[in-house]
């Protein structure tokens, strides 16, 4: 396994261009599933959860090709014209993002066999209010030996009013995808208002998919007959250009980001200024100035427009080298304070209780071998190593490589002293 070696106490100075977003591309690339014929998608970031979810669809018989040279962010799907319905465990039990493909594949395909993704490291992320809502769509699901066996009824889905309990990101999804191809007019209430769910609503539009509101709390389908294939550009990565933000911030640097989308970040904007950080947009990139040693912040994690939990790790990291006591509060998923541990070994100040996490901040971290058991608890320690006095040595890189298109390119590039070391 490869591990990140970094020798911290520089300031980040620099810039660089953000990838396409993760979680908007998966989405995206299950989209592929709703008709045959070759679809293109732009933006697409190389990460290991896009090489997940190619496997997983060339199991169902989807051709994924990528681009060369210039073209290295295009994806190329053919879609055949009947695919195998049917998501094995050995695939899904990688990424829970696999669970994208049930809906796509009941509309099309009448039937999907999808194997249940189980807990992960920050929670139990249960996927009833998916199944819940594809029910509502007059789907027959049943669970048994592990696998969701979802059948559209006689004549396909057909539309429906579906009052989401929580607001889910990818159930949310699964239903835009699905009930583009059902029968009449589906209704979601308490609707995930993510700009991920916004771009794949983008993009099943560009496929002739009728969806008007997406980006607020209801939105309504029309479903159609058919669609045709996908040309779509996926959204920079917010969560990358706010890892890169904080790390900044954490280190007393100054970096601009190209492609960053201001609007998508207004939550993570607001704390860093209140940490004390310029924060501003020009010509089109976003530019951002820290002081020598940021400020404490307090913050809440909220489903969109709200703090987004896929950065509060992060954001501790910089609270633990901050002026005074921060709070943050975790309000999307139950056991994701995971990184406290693991930062407490690097010199943190924290105490964890329930829900909530006190920082009180120190004036240096010092560099320890650490690892982490996600995907933004290893940014958040790579945040706190290049934060750190001394060497730091990122174990288990694969959770890192997951989310992020060759991170430590990246902060090379910003000037730190980071690099891989290829597991021998
Ligand atoms: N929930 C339910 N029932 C459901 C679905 C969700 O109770 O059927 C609960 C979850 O347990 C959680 C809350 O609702 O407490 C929100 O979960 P959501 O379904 O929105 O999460 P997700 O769709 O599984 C996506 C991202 C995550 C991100 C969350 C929240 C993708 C592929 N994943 O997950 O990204 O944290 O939304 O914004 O879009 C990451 O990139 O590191 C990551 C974990």
């Known amino acids: 396994m490869d591990t990140l070696v970094l020798h911290g106490g520089r300031p980040l100075s620099g810039r660089i261009a953000v990838s396409g977003a ?6 995206a690339m299950a989209a592929a599933l709703l008709c045959p014929g070759e679809h293109r998608l732009r933006r697409v970031p190389r990460l290991a959860d896009v090489a997940t979810l190619s496997r997983l669809l060339a199991h169902m018989g ?4 990528r681009g060369s040279g210039r073209r290295g962010g295009e994806l190329r799907l053919v879609s055949p014209a009947a695919c195998r319905p049917e998501a094995p465990y050995d695939l899904v039990k990688t990424m829970r993002a696999s669970v994208l493909v049930l809906g796509p594949l009941l509309a099309r395909q009448g039937r999907a066999r999808v ?10 992320r249960p996927i009833d209010q998916h199944l819940k809502a594809l029910a509502a769509l007059g789907a027959d699901i049943r669970l048994a030996h592990g696998y969701v066996e979802a059948e559209a009824p006689p004549g396909g889905l057909r539309g429906a009013h579906v009052p989401f309990d929580v607001p889910t990101v990818t159930g949310t999804e699964n239903v835009l995808m699905a009930a583009s191809l059902a029968r009449g007019r589906t209704v979601l209430t308490n609707a995930a208002r993510e700009p991920e769910v916004e771009d794949l609503a983008r993009a099943l539009i560009s496929m ?17 007959e058919g669609l045709n294939p996908l040309a779509h550009e996926v959204i920079p990565d917010r969560i990358e250009a706010g890892t890169l933000l904080v790390a900044a911030a954490a280190t007393g640097g100054e970096v601009t980001l190209d492609g960053a989308r201001p609007d998508q970040l207004e939550a993570l904007i607001d704390k860093l200024r209140e940490a004390g950080s310029r924060v ?17 912040v307090a913050v809440r994690t909220a489903p969109y427009p709200g703090f987004p939990t896929d950065m509060q790790a992060q954001v501790m990291a910089l609270a633990a080298v901050a002026e005074g006591s921060s709070v943050i509060e975790e309000t999307v998923f139950e056991n994701r304070f995971m990184h406290a541990l693991e930062l407490r070994r ?15 901040g120190v004036r240096k971290l010092s560099g320890a071998p650490v690892m982490a058991t996600d995907l933004r608890a290893s940014a958040s320690l790579v945040v706190a190593g290049l934060a750190a006095e001394g060497r730091t040595v990122v174990q288990r890189v694969y959770h890192l490589d997951r989310g992020y298109d060759r991170l430590e390119r990246k902060l090379r590039s910003l000037g730190a002293r980071i690099r891989r070391v290829a597991a021998g």
Request: proline share 4%.
């Open 208 to 224: 002739g998919a009728r969806i008007s509101g997406a980006g607020g709390d209801v939105i309504e389908i029309e479903g159609v």
């Open 115 to 124: 194997s249940l993704p189980g807990g992960c490291a920050i929670g139990a």
């Open 62 to 65: 989807v051709a994924i090709e």
């Open 22 to 27: 993760k979680n908007a591309a998966l989405p």
């Open 346 to 360: 690097m010199g943190a100040d924290i105490t964890v209780t329930g829900r909530t996490a006190i920082v009180r």
């Open 280 to 296: 501003e947009e020009i010509d089109g990139a976003l530019w951002l100035r820290s002081p020598a040693r940021a400020s404490a």
